[in-house]
């Protein structure tokens, strides 16, 4: 089996959990690779291949991101590229976790024994939904982006802005706010939860639409589903334009009467789940620790 590890040195623990886990991966008879960039680091190593960007997830049976949720949202973004560019699945993802959160992490980085599970086939794999964002800026007109956690506009200096809102060609609202949230399932438990939207299960397929701080008593968070196309336009008022974030990457700044579009991704992200029940013992331990501190 061939294993390409993407670990973000600037992590604590990042270089021993990653050092860690080649040796036992290596010791099975695994490939292991890793980015050239990263030869100087790892040099001690016996056996690792460091590999030229273009190389690297050639036949790749597992991608292991090791830091946090950023760290596996970073390689989410190269194994969809990959993807893209060779007309093919992306590699299944694994996060180890050696961030503050870890939220997306398959297990931390004091459970490398669940490693030998992946040579065993002793794991699940959950299908993430994508979104898809296509700008229309004038100077970006088609340019197509894919998000795992979620898509947010917001005025670049802070001021509220207005917008609106259609679904499938139908306008379903004029809004305003501080700027606006789409986000997957996985991204439900991101920037989104904090705008105030719902928990959701991330094997489900849905958009969800989420206004941040917006000028109004009676907006709620709403929930479409997935074929829906939706369509937001800027309604801008003097200086400063609309940002458009894509997984936190700024992607375009709209002007007025200017619009992004929202829909499903092609592509799905496969997740390696070596526990079972992952997602519930981190929505226990990682989002609820104040309750759980009153249990103890």
Known sequence: MKYVLFPNLSKRDAFRTT????RR?????????MEEANAARFSDIAGIRFLPEQQLLQ???????????????QCAKKLLHDAEDHHKKPVKLVGINTGTLGFLAAFEA??????????????????RMLLQTTIRDGAHDGTVTH???????SRLNGKICDFTVSVDDKQIGVYRADGIIFSTPTGSTAYALSAGGPVIEPDLALIEMNLICPHSLFARPMLFAPQRSIRVTYRGVGNGGLTVHIDGTQSAVLHNAQSFSVTRSAYSMPFVNC???AFYDALRGKLMQPLKALDE
């Open 25 to 33: 991966l290596l010791q099975t008879g695994a490939a292991v690779c």
């Open 275 to 277: 526990k079972g029940h």
């Open 19 to 22: 050092a860690e886990a080649a």
């Open 59 to 73: 036949n790749a049976d597992f991608a292991l991101a090791v830091g946090g949720d950023g760290t596996i949202l």
């Open 147 to 153: 998000a795992l956690n979620d898509i947010f506009a």
């Open 110 to 127: 004091d459970e490398l024994d669940m490693l030998g599970r992946l040579g065993t086939r002793q794991y699940e794999i959950s299908e």
